[in-house]
């Protein structure tokens, strides 16, 4: 069963635009949903996190947006430099579990 | 900022043998967690400890699998038997609090080969 689906699998942007990676849900408890970053060799990293009480969260070039209706969640960066070339992870949870359930990844490739 | 380390980075082992991967989360974290990411596939949870027991296990975590953290640093993870289909990229994570309530810190994964 795959709680979160994350598209596409591979996105190639120039340098300046924006990147968008989606996410779509199944379980309606949800209600935490965090976005990790991977670079080669170093293990997931936190970028940023929401909860379905907002529709957007920003922090810096990087923007959440979040549709409950929808089930779905997206990350956007702004104005992508090479330096973010990395895979991309969302992930879903609920609060008081102990597990979070992670997407099949994004690998971003900027291109200067 | 601190790190979760692990070891080794890769290990390729036989089919049927025992591999202990191991794990050191950051020092004042509470809850420790192994994740595997099959190649091309989703990271997947495997087990959450906390207070020295397992706290939360998937339906991949059977009985080929085990953890302890025997010395108040070190986490382990056991897999019994091995067998073709554990050949992942495992991952610890640690954190202050439950996951869902704050961030997790990863380790940078051992690479798990069953021949």
């Known amino acids: 069963q795959q709680q979160v689906k994350q598209s596409p699998q591979s996105l190639i942007v120039q340098k300046g635009g924006i990147s968008i990676i989606n996410c779509a849900y199944e379980?309606?408890?949800?209600?935490?949903f965090p976005w990790y970053q991977q670079f080669p060799g170093k293990g997931p990293a936190l970028l940023i996190a929401i909860r379905p009480d907002v529709s957007e969260k920003k922090e810096g070039r990087f923007t959440i947006s979040f549709n409950k209706s929808a089930k779905q969640f997206s990350l956007h960066i702004m104005d992508s430099q090479p330096g973010d070339s990395a895979t991309y992870f969302c992930a879903a949870g609920l609060t008081g579990a102990n597990n979070l359930f992670f997407g099949t990844g994004t690998r971003l490739t900027v291109i200067p | 900022e601190p790190e979760v380390t692990q070891t080794p980075s890769h290990q390729v082992t036989q089919m049927g043998q025992e591999v202990i991967l191991r794990c050191v989360p950051i020092s004042n974290h509470l809850y420790f967690y192994w994740y595997r990411q099959i190649l091309g596939q989703k990271v997947e949870f495997l087990v959450s400890?906390?207070?020295?027991?397992?706290?939360?296990k998937s339906e991949i975590f059977d009985d080929q699998f085990s953890v302890e953290r025997p010395d108040g640093s070190n986490f382990t993870l056991k897999i019994r038997s091995t067998k073709l289909e554990d050949s992942a990229m495992y991952f610890c994570?640690?954190?202050?609090?439950?996951?869902?309530?704050?961030?997790?810190?990863f380790g940078s994964g051992t690479q798990l080969s069953v021949l």
């Open positions: 379980n309606t408890a949800f209600d935490y």
């Open positions: 400890f906390y207070n020295n027991e397992i706290s939360e």
């Open positions: 994570a640690s954190s202050v609090r439950l996951a869902t309530n704050e961030k997790l810190f």
